[in-house]
């Protein structure tokens, strides 16, 4: 994903002189080829977040499209209010990178563990979240959110060494891109946990039971519309590596009461208080709380027989 | 020099802001007296800006970072033609235009929002970057309360600034020695202030903030060295001009009551 994000920027910095990026001295093996090529529009402002953020508010107050790059946490919770009133007040077009969605830094701890990013950012006026799920999406969001005005977090991960899509998929801003239809069960879930979703599915599909399967890589703005329109088969179940406070459960819970719909069980797979002390990779982490494909399958197969 | 009318300027906007904050029974009158001479000699004498055009694109840049001082700013903007002084007669009402910190939203003539301590400088210095790299030649000017300088946002731009060579970027401390709960000194010590700066890499000024020609004089220097931001320590009363108000706390809370309001215009009026 941060290789995609780069390459990505690279582009629309060769045809945009406008175009800047800002780190908070992280992005080893990823931001050379632009700080490289674009070198008066590259600023290591320093491990200084609250500093770059206002920084790049003012640049973007004298006409600059700003992209900032820094692991999630250091880059909201650090300097969240200039995020607040500097950037979402004047709707700005900063557009914040954060990398380390969910579990991502596995062992490095609770310190890097992106999993109330989102939420924290959800009530900011005028910002547009984006969580990506491969690379796919990921170009996609960073041409939306430079595109799009105002300020914008996209939420990555580090690597990623798989796809799940196939082709670029129809995206529009607000919406849900179903990945999958199937008629017994509806997943929701967006960032990387998709690909695990995904997998859970085929193998569901070997014992016939069809789910569908819906990412979000915007979940905000989000169109409760189209969101309570994927969200027709018996069994609901949502899933993000972020707290169950500002998370996508939130969003999908409020179009099924919105638009009473009709469910048999809704099953929201999100972080729990008690995680946060856990120590281990990614899949240690995603297993004790239930959202490895293999725990999803079973889960689904136990609601099925219920 | 003669400079009659920014100590015209001065009175005006010393009036106004005692006006407002008695109509609105708002807070931080002090804070508003004590750079009254400050505002008077940017708008006055030193800042190229054009009230007919706001926007316009090589203007220079001033963000009153303490937005606390909302009061005297936008009476300064008023009697400069960028906002109705009509505005200012429901300053901090309901549906006032004028909100009691610094609000840039449709307010002609001002840059970025202010009120939450430690955001100026970091914009001021993105605005500095960019007028760099733009090769513009306006400058940035950015004035912050002593208090704020507790903030660390600070001085993560202190080091910023001087490390990119921010020479287009001048930061005056309206050094009135007086924060919320009392003196400086006493609170979290700022000393020495000038010797800070010169160890993060910039140039500095001392001057008296309430001396205008001292004021002219060093903000018609800058940048003081070259390849150097330049801070300018200006040393003010807090509450100045109105003699019951100077040097009390009570007045970064308290709005004057009628009998107050009187005497201290009266007190403006007369020096």
């Known amino acids: 994903m941060r290789k995609t994000f780069i390459d990505t920027l690279c582009k629309i910095a060769k045809d945009n002189e406008n175009v800047w990026l800002l780190s908070g001295d992280l992005g080893y093996n990823v931001l050379e080829q632009f700080s490289t090529q674009f070198p008066h529009r590259y600023i290591n402002t320093g491990v200084a977040e609250q500093n770059m953020m206002g920084v790049a508010a003012g640049l973007s107050l004298s006409g600059k499209i700003v992209f900032t790059y820094s692991i999630s946490n250091?880059?909201?919770?650090?300097?969240?209010?200039?995020?607040?009133?500097?950037?979402?007040?004047?709707?700005?077009?900063?557009?914040?990178?954060?990398?380390?969605?969910?579990?991502?830094?596995?062992?490095?701890?609770?310190?890097?563990?992106?999993?109330?990013?989102?939420g924290v950012l959800m009530p900011m006026p005028n910002m547009s979240i984006f969580v990506p799920c491969d690379p796919i999406e990921t170009k996609l969001c960073i041409e939306i959110a430079y595109e799009f005005e105002g300020p914008s977090y996209i939420r990555l991960e580090k690597n990623c060494n798989y796809s799940v899509h196939s082709s670029v998929p129809d995206y529009s801003i607000g919406h849900p891109i179903q990945i999958l239809e199937g008629k017994d069960a509806t997943i929701v879930c967006t960032g990387g946990i998709v690909n695990e979703a995904m997998k859970a599915a085929k193998s569901l599909a070997e014992l016939d039971i069809n789910v569908s399967i819906s990412s979000l890589p915007t979940v905000k703005p989000i169109d409760i519309t189209s969101l309570a329109a994927i969200l027709n088969t018996p069994i609901i179940m949502t899933i993000d590596e972020h707290s169950e406070f500002g998370g996508i459960s939130q969003l999908v819970n409020k179009a099924i009461i919105q638009y009473q719909?009709?469910?048999?069980?809704?099953?929201?797979?999100?972080?729990?208080?008690?995680i946060i002390y856990s120590i281990g990779s990614q899949d240690f982490i995603r297993h004790k709380l239930s959202m490895t494909s293999k725990k999803i399958k079973e889960t689904i197969i136990k609601l099925m027989n219920s | 020099?003669?400079?009659?009318?920014?100590?015209?300027?001065?009175?005006?906007?010393?009036?106004?802001?005692?006006?407002?904050?008695?109509?609105?029974?708002?807070?931080?009158?002090?804070?508003?007296?004590?750079?009254?001479?400050?505002?008077?000699?940017?708008?006055?004498?030193?800042?190229?800006?054009?009230?007919?055009?706001?926007?316009?694109?090589?203007?220079?840049?001033?963000?009153?970072?303490?937005?606390?001082?909302?009061?005297?700013?936008?009476?300064?903007?008023?009697?400069?033609?960028?906002?109705?002084?009509?505005?200012l007669n429901n300053f901090a009402e309901n549906d006032s235009k004028l909100s009691a910190h610094v609000n840039s939203h449709n307010i002609p003539g001002i840059e970025v929002s202010s009120g939450s301590l430690g955001h100026g400088l970091p914009i001021a210095c993105g605005m500095a970057l960019a007028a760099i790299a733009s090769k513009k030649n306006y400058k940035i000017y950015v004035l912050l309360s002593d208090g704020e300088l507790?903030?660390?946002?600070?001085?993560?731009?202190?080091?910023?600034?001087?490390?990119?060579?921010?020479?287009?970027?001048?930061?005056?401390?309206?050094?009135?020695?007086?924060?919320?709960?009392?003196?400086?000194?006493?609170?979290?010590?700022?000393?020495?202030l000038e010797e800070k700066f010169k160890a993060f890499g910039w140039s500095s000024i001392r001057v008296d903030g309430h001396s205008i020609h001292e004021i002219h004089n060093s903000l018609t220097k800058m940048p003081l060295i070259k390849d150097k931001p330049t801070v300018i320590i200006a040393d003010t009363i807090k509450g100045k001009g109105v003699s019951f108000m100077e040097n009390s706390l009570k007045w970064h809370y308290c709005s004057p009551n009628p009998d107050e309001l009187k005497k201290a215009i009266s007190e403006i009026e007369n020096t």
Not at chain 1, 102 to 116: I, L, P, R
Request: glycine share 6%; aromatic share 8%; with cysteine.
């Open chain 1, 261 to 274: 719909i009709n469910v048999h069980e809704v099953v929201n797979l999100c972080i729990s208080d008690d």
């Open chain 2, 150 to 192: 507790d903030e660390g946002s600070n001085w993560e731009s202190i080091l910023f600034a001087s490390h990119h060579k921010l020479s287009n970027l001048t930061t005056i401390v309206d050094y009135n020695k007086t924060q919320g709960l009392g003196d400086v000194k006493k609170i979290l010590n700022l000393e020495p």
């Open chain 1, 74 to 118: 250091f880059t909201i919770m650090r300097c969240l209010e200039q995020i607040r009133n500097d950037v979402c007040y004047h709707n700005l077009n900063v557009n914040i990178i954060g990398v380390g969605g969910g579990f991502t830094y596995g062992s490095a701890g609770y310190s890097h563990h992106a999993v109330e990013d989102y």
């Open chain 2, 1 to 87: 020099m003669i400079f009659n009318n920014t100590a015209t300027l001065a009175k005006q906007i010393r009036i106004h802001a005692l006006k407002m904050t008695a109509n609105a029974k708002a807070s931080h009158i002090g804070s508003c007296l004590s750079m009254a001479e400050l505002l008077a000699v940017l708008y006055e004498d030193i800042l190229r800006i054009k009230c007919e055009s706001p926007n316009w694109e090589d203007r220079d840049r001033f963000i009153l970072s303490k937005g606390h001082g909302a009061a005297i700013y936008y009476a300064v903007l008023a009697e400069k033609g960028f906002i109705p002084k009509e505005w």
